[in-house]
């Protein structure tokens, strides 16, 4: 980086970086409530509406590490308005499309959004000043936890009142907004350092993502014992291992698996984790809260009701990701690591005690949210901290692809489990307690991996690499 670079206002930036996460994240939060009223309106089967989910999930995978390379080796400005500019473009498919094709494929385009959080990260280590990156990196995450909950709420608002095409329509409208000003106040951000992308690692690790995540989505519909599975996911690891092997022998790989160390692995162990808990999570909590008081654990709440079980836990996250720096400061950075995986797993313990127990459901949504505020963005520190200038985006990328894939498996053996484990009230089938007992056990199984991982960590992580000079001046805020 030049060392008399041109100031720049980092605040518009800050803001406009902001402002595509949330906006992003609401529009995919949007979808998961909304999936029956959608799936009635494109006449789709309850299979084929799956693809609504999972081609956001398998388009996301693949194309995060990708465009966290490309972002190492370019100019990270035309990366963003491109990205921008393809969800966009899936989003106003998505509108149009009468059918489920036209959406599905609309859906696989808006997954290269999934790739932003990455992308912002490497903009704010080139534009924001030293002291502000931490703080910053909390804002992202806050954004995007906060904006679940605001996703949560619009979507009983919108599909009440208007077609359920609105979903798109109003995200679409904010993204073209935000995508201009993109195009006005964000500066060129040249690549620290020049080099290629690794195209055979870029082809395994896709070709891996793939088999595993769609083996993941199918497994309760085939079985989790099926031929079809099995094989899918043993072409999914074994591309995956030809993926690792090929990065630590390759002069340049996609994502390099010697950086970071200890920090690098914890931050991707945590992110994979929290993607796992905080789906499985958001499956069970308003499946509980939804079932009708008949189950033996059910409060028959209406959809009112159980935004407000979950929308405290938004805000908490929000609020935990912006505290972050202050709380590093105080405790350092392997206590708060510690902290966010202890909160994860009593977010756990407390969901065995939620049955016909409104107020464990709150308690228990509220301390995961808090988990996922500080987790994630500690996570991304850890990353920011541990890895050249030139790798962040990369990196990084890898820690939110880990946590799509903790999400789908979360998601769908949780969902298997409760769909195993059935009880009858007024002839309609519901999830048995039994099946909630066995998810949550093994969610807090999960959650202590996140707990070893932490403890691993050594406490003398101030002395990490420095945060490289910003683009901007710090004075040049307003």
Same mark, same amino acid.
């Given at each position: 980086m030049p060392s008399s670079a041109t100031p720049v206002r980092t605040r518009p930036v800050l803001a406009v970086l902001?402002?595509?996460?949330?906006?992003?994240?609401?529009l995919e939060t949007m979808?998961? %409530?909304?999936? %029956?009223?959608?799936?009635?309106g494109v006449g789709a089967t309850t299979a084929s509406i799956a693809w609504v989910l999972t081609g956001v999930l398998l388009s996301g995978a693949v194309c995060t590490p990708l465009v966290g390379r490309l972002a190492d080796l370019h100019d990270k400005r035309p990366i963003l308005l491109a990205v921008l500019g393809v969800v966009c473009a899936g989003t106003l498919l998505s509108a149009l499309s009468p059918g489920i094709l036209g959406l599905a494929l609309g859906q696989v385009l808006q997954g290269a959004g999934l790739s932003l959080v990455p992308l912002a990260l490497g903009i704010l280590r080139h534009t924001q000043s030293a002291d502000r990156v931490k703080k910053a990196s909390g804002w992202l995450v806050g954004a995007s936890a906060f904006s679940v909950g605001l996703g949560l709420a619009a979507t009983g608002l919108i599909v009440s009142h208007l077609h359920y095409t609105w979903l798109f329509w109003f995200p679409l409208i904010l993204l073209v907004v935000i995508t201009s000003f993109a195009w006005k106040v964000v500066p060129s951000c040249p690549p620290a350092k020049q080099g290629k992308v690794d195209?055979? #690692?870029?082809? +395994? /690790?896709?070709?891996?993502?793939?088999?595993?995540l769609f083996g993941i989505s199918q497994a309760p519909s085939w079985g989790w014992s099926a031929p079809g599975f099995l094989a899918l996911v043993a072409a999914g690891a074994l591309s995956l291992t030809a993926f690792v092997l090929i990065e630590l022998r390759v002069e340049e790989p996609l994502v390099d698996l010697h950086l970071g160390g200890r920090p690098v692995l914890v931050a991707c162990t945590m992110s994979g984790v929290l993607g796992y808990t905080t789906t499985a999570g958001f499956l069970m909590i308003p499946t509980m809260a939804g079932a009708p008081a008949g189950t033996g654990y059910?409060? @028959?709440a209406a959809a009112g009701s159980i935004g407000a079980i979950l929308v405290p836990g938004t805000i908490l996250g929000a609020a935990a990701a912006a505290s972050v720096p202050r709380w590093e400061?105080?405790? @350092? %950075?392997?206590?708060? /690591?510690?902290?966010a995986s202890l909160a994860t797993l009593a977010s756990a313990v407390v969901l065995l005690t939620a049955s016909g127990n409104a107020v464990a459901l709150a308690v228990s949504s509220s301390i995961a949210g808090i988990g996922i505020g500080l987790g994630m963005t500690q996570a991304m520190n850890l990353v920011v901290a541990s890895v050249p200038e030139e790798r962040i985006?990369?990196? +990084? @990328?890898? #820690?939110?692809?880990l946590r799509?894939?903790?999400? +789908?498996l979360g998601g769908q053996l949780s969902g298997s489990l409760l769909a195993a484990h059935t009880v009858t009230v007024s002839g309609t089938s519901y999830p048995a307690w039994s099946g909630f007992r066995t998810a949550i056990w093994i969610e807090i199984a999960v959650a202590l991996l996140a707990v070893v991982g932490s403890l691993a960590l050594r406490r003398a992580r101030h002395s990490a690499a420095p945060v490289a000079p910003a683009l901007a001046v710090p004075q040049t805020q307003a």
């Open positions: 902001i402002a595509a996460v949330l906006v992003y994240t609401a979808l998961t %409530p909304a999936l %029956p009223t959608i799936q009635r195209w055979l #690692g870029t082809a +395994t /690790m896709s070709f891996g993502l793939f088999a595993l059910g409060l @028959g400061r105080r405790a @350092g %950075p392997k206590a708060l /690591m510690v902290i985006a990369s990196v +990084t @990328g890898l #820690g939110w692809v799509s894939t903790g999400g +789908t």
